[in-house]
């Protein structure tokens, strides 16, 4: 599995040229712990790149320093995603955007949370004196489900289930159409001709017949991707994670603490693991690790989850990247099974 090993010192200039516009579709994992940071561990954080869009999701303490060591720019951010306003999730806002404010980033950046965490969201988002910035646009989140489209995806967000109001996000890329070259050129359809099948549906040729778009290609489902942080099992888990590409799921406990992780409103690999399993998902990440457990721990949380799930299963370490897996490379594994 195309898994990047972290990178270390890999600062660079802030600058607006970097990935945007590329199509690049990836994890950068900034922080993997729950509640307190550990000597391996930053309190969460994790910036989605998906193309032009930056999805920065759960900035807790130490994130603008992570994202230095990660190589990425302010510039990078265009939604800042926060699931909710326990401090793991939440402590970095203050200096993401105030690095904003002085890297100068000019496009907007909306950012999103439950509404019902307002009173936190105005005091994280003015917590010191600097020279502000108004790139920064509120969303606050209420109800059952909230969709908005950004740029070439939709960003959707759905309760949890936490004992405070969390909301998991997903992100899906439409579907469209691969091109057969075959039927193509079996019909006869060449050059600018392709262009005008795909945007009319159907084409006429110079002998009269008709080709139609359907004969010539078959669908392509879009890619997603999923962030479901700190939640029980519940329904709006499920319905984020529903056949995604990428799913990046809380794991804090191991099934020994189930108990713990159903007083605080956490789930267990085994819960992560049965979640991926059920909803059909490609690729697993597991992170927001208790600070009980080290890294030497990692194989036991794969274990747990292999109950349940045969797929892809990565334990997030601080400044990984992680590629959102690509049709072909899934089409090519189902054709070598
Ligand atoms: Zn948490
Ligand atoms: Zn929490």
Known sequence: MAVLAPQRGGARSPDTSYHRGVSVRELVVLGTS???????????????????????????????????????????????????????????????????????????????????GETYWGRLRNASAFADTDVITPRPLSGEVVRWPSGPVTLTARPLSHPVQSYGYRVDEPGGRRMLPGE???????????????????LTMPDGSTVTLEECSVPKPGQSAAFVMDTRVCDGAFALADGVD???IESTFLSDESALAAQYGHLTAAQAGRIAADCGVRRLVLTHFSERY????????????????????????DLMRVPVPKRADYQAQRAAK
């Open 34 to 116: 729950s509640a307190v940071p550990t000597r391996h561990r930053n309190h969460n954080g994790y910036l989605l790149r998906w193309d032009g869009e930056g999805f920065l999701f759960d900035p807790g303490e130490g994130t603008q320093r992570q994202m230095l060591h990660a190589g990425v720019s302010a510039h990078d951010i265009t939604w800042i995603c926060v699931t909710h306003f326990h401090g793991d999730h939440c402590l970095g806002v203050p200096g993401v955007v105030q690095r904003i404010a002085r890297d100068g980033v000019n496009h907007e950046v909306r950012a999103a949370y439950p509404a019902s």
């Open 246 to 248: 990428l799913l990046v």
């Open 184 to 202: 193509l050129a079996r019909r006869g359809v060449r050059g600018p001709m392709i262009g005008e099948l795909q945007r009319h549906g159907s």
């Open 294 to 317: 080290t890294t030497a721990d990692e194989p036991r949380f794969v274990d747990e989850v292999r109950t349940f799930y045969a797929g892809e299963v990565v334990t997030a370490r």
